[in-house]
């Protein structure tokens, strides 16, 4: 999950298979975006969600914020094989506040980071929490 360039859109998107091409389109992958609801995404605090089932024969992940789902990828519209090594493989949470990149310049049409997006932002995370049902 993502915000680029303090937008008020936030955008969860699935990467796997190769790249270029492959199940996931890499290197765009397969991308669900929302304005962040109730309040703009910059400045304020949301609860970010990305909830993993495993719990039927059709497999998903789905995209959330403030619980407002935004986007959903079914185990089924991938192949087996790389649905297993994309979710049933470990993960790892990284927490970043990246500056620039191929991603933000083609939603932005312009080359960043720019003169709103220079270094030294404020990057504030109130908590991160992992649960786990069976």
């Not at 270029?20 to 910059?42: A, M, Q, R």
């Not at 059709?58 to 407002?68: C, F, G, K, N, R």
Request: net charge negative.
């Amino acid at each position: 999950m993502e915000n680029i360039n303090g937008g008020d859109t936030e955008f969860g998107t699935l990467h796997c298979g190769v790249s270029p091409g492959g199940p996931c389109d890499e290197t765009n992958g397969i991308s669900h975006n929302l304005t962040c609801p109730g309040t703009p995404c910059k400045g304020n605090f949301h609860t970010y969600t990305l909830e993993v089932d495993r719990t039927s024969a059709t497999e998903s992940l789905t995209w959330l914020i403030d619980d407002v789902k935004f986007g959903q990828v079914l185990s089924t519209s991938i192949p087996a094989d790389i649905w297993a090594q994309t979710v049933h493989n470990p993960h790892y949470i990284l927490l970043n506040l990246a500056i620039g990149g191929s991603f933000p310049n083609k939603v932005a049409l312009i080359t960043t980071p720019t003169v709103d997006t220079v270094s030294g932002g404020r990057y504030q995370i109130d908590y991160v929490a992992v649960y786990n049902t069976n």
